[in-house]
């Protein structure tokens, strides 16, 4: 069994680091490391419990719980906040389901918890980084964009058209950290979830498998999120009559 | 002679920063009333912060008041399809923003967004500005303050607007360049063209207007003939602000 106990010494080094560089980062070390802790103890619990009763609901619970908290992380970095949590909600949601969906209609994967709870949440985690990514960048464009954007309304542009050029680049900055990855897999990182089976004794040419069906789905969930999420945020920074909100340039 | 834009009573409340950050009401217009007549040079003057500009962004719905009316051509700006009424009345914007590419492409933005694919138009446009065609294929990075001006006032003209509005739109630019760009707004008023243009340069106002709406602090304090405005039985306020005696408000 592994010692996850000695594991604080580990913990000990990295706030040993923070006090003799004085980063000041001792407390949120001591947050992070509790909190950690506490939750994936109270997820190991959860999916003990949800993968023993193999019911739909419990699971499906679940699985809705990961998006809401997906789009709440997300919301935070967003123009405005509470739009911005539905919109994540509706893209985290969306993604998750048309991509994990398509998987299970493929016969890719089957519908059991341990296959099902696993792949959604690593589509969730990068779905929802790409979608902070968005949700940052899209505010910083729009605002280093106004001018251009009010000079193309003025010109008789939708606010669609105005505001391709930041929407485009926002997009393109969303989608970075996951094309990265899949350009450098096995290069650089073995994934989380191809360590984890060499670790429980599969064969690598088995986990590759997996991790390849992985990559390719966490890269068309997180299509459909930013997309998803690009199209319904143009709310968040134009009025009806195709015109800037007047709080973007506060 | 037939009018092309009302306004009536217009007021706007902004609310701005005060100096801990906090946002704080300030009437920015104030129950604005004026007539701008078809063909004319019609000019809103007053010092920095007095809501020329708010003013000048409402007349193409960029900006919308609290409370009042502007009517185009007789009817509400609110009834007329926005895309089509921006397209009829046209706006230069105080620092020019040029879209990536060459300038051609640049002048040709509002006319490509119709669909409209023809690009011989482009270097008569460029011309009207006050540019030589030699610049339709240079980058619009490339260009000088005074340069990009031109291609932003070519670019709204080819969406043949009726009325163009200005903002401040010769403040960045040298003596010459200046002068050129005065002959420009006598030429396209000229040809019918209406021109609303708002600048805080008393002496421009006058070389340039037919009539002047001068506002102080968000209030109509002059609707005139600009010789009469200029004139000995001008309002006080109006020869204080003339004679450079006037406080300028900050915003």
Known sequence: MIKVWASLLLVGIALFLSRIERARLESDIIIGTVRAFVQLLAIGYILDYIFDLRRVEYMLLLLTAMVLVGAFTSSRRAFRKRQGFFMAALGLGAGTALTIGLMVALKIISTEPKFLIPFSGMVIGNSMRACSILFERLTSEVRLSTPRIEAALALGATTAQAASAPMRASFRASMIPILDTVKVVGLIQLPGAMTGMLIAGARPTEAIKYQIVIMYMILCAVSITVSLVLFLSRRMYFEPGHRLADTIAQ | MKERLRVIGLSKTKYLPDKNGRLQPKKVLDNIDFAVNDGEVFVILGPTGSGKTTLLRMLNRLDVPDSGRILFDGKDTEEWDV??????????????????????????????????????????????????????????????????????????????????????????????????????????????????????????????????????????TAEEETRRLFGEDAPEIAKRFLEGNMEVTQE
């Open chain 2, 83 to 220: 895309l089509e009424l921006r397209r009829k009345i046209g706006m230069v914007f105080q620092t020019p923003a040029l879209f990536d590419g060459t300038v051609e492409e640049d002048v040709l933005y509002g006319h490509r967004l119709r669909g409209d694919k023809d690009h011989a138009i482009a270097a008569e446009l460029l011309s009207k500005a006050g540019l030589s065609t030699g610049f339709l294929h240079r980058s619009t990075r490339e260009l000088s303050a005074g340069e990009k001006q031109k291609v932003a006032i070519a670019r709204a003209l080819a969406n043949q607007p009726e009325v163009l509005l200005m903002d401040e739109p010769s403040s960045a630019q040298d003596p010459s360049s200046k002068a050129s760009f005065e002959n420009f707004v006598r030429k396209a008023a000229g040809t019918g063209l209406t021109v609303v243009m708002v600048t805080h340069d008393v002496e421009q106002a006058r070389r340039l207007a037919n009539r002047i709406l001068l506002i102080v602090d968000g209030q109509k």
